[in-house]
């Protein structure tokens, strides 16, 4: 167990619809990473969340966004779902936001879109 | 942008084989870290290299830094099952001599054992 709790483990929904990913990171964790992992692209950086500020930016589509509240926990919010979207998706954790930390991963939410 | 590349992509080995995966770096990178991830599971970390030149050993596994600090390989010895999943290298790049940076993973290279 990583302590990097991700909510739900699977969802299916319908292309066009919204969905929201939640992440806890571990205790202590200031920094969240989302990425999203299909079987034909590896690990996709999203994007980093530091103390509540975003740190850095990957290959975000401009449907999904995130945010990390007081409490540290993350939420990635996907939109305007297409088949192409259905992937899973990481939330990982790490103390500071340097790249020299180990990053802790979540199980992931497998996003099914039909 | 940073592009690291993973190769092979695919590698099935009779259990007692030995295993290589290489990771290379379009641009110099800051350090390495590289990841598991057994099939149905997350990545978890496994190891992470700064200097050049450098190597490290967990046990069966010998993870190396290139000199130019532009490519990496992993390497297992006498293959177990135990060993099957999806290897992961990510490169930093770091801005300026800070520890704030971007870390780019490789595609992954999974690896089948068979008994």
Known sequence: ?114 | GQQVMQIPQYQHVQEGEDFTTYCNSSTTLSNIQWYKQRPGGHPVFLIQLVKSGEVKKQKRLTFQFGEAKKNSSLHITATQTTDVGTYFCAGGANAGGTSYGKLTFGQGTILTVHP
Do not use: M
């Not at chain 1, 909510?7 to 200031?30: E, N």
């Open chain 1, 1 to 114: 167990d990583s302590g990097v709790t991700q909510t739900p483990k699977h969802l299916i929904t319908a292309t066009g619809q919204r969905v929201t990913l939640r992440c806890s990171p571990r205790s202590g964790d200031l920094s969240v990473y989302w990425y999203q992992q299909s079987l034909d692209q590896g690990l996709q950086f999203l994007i980093q969340y530091y103390n509540g500020e975003e740190r850095a930016k990957g290959n975000i589509l401009e449907r999904f966004s995130a945010q990390q509240f007081p409490d540290l926990h993350s939420e990635l919010n996907l939109s305007s779902l297409e088949l192409g979207d259905s992937a899973l998706y990481f939330c990982a954790s790490s103390g500071d936001d340097g790249i020299y930390t180990e990053a802790f991963f979540g199980q992931g939410t497998r996003l099914t879109v039909v």
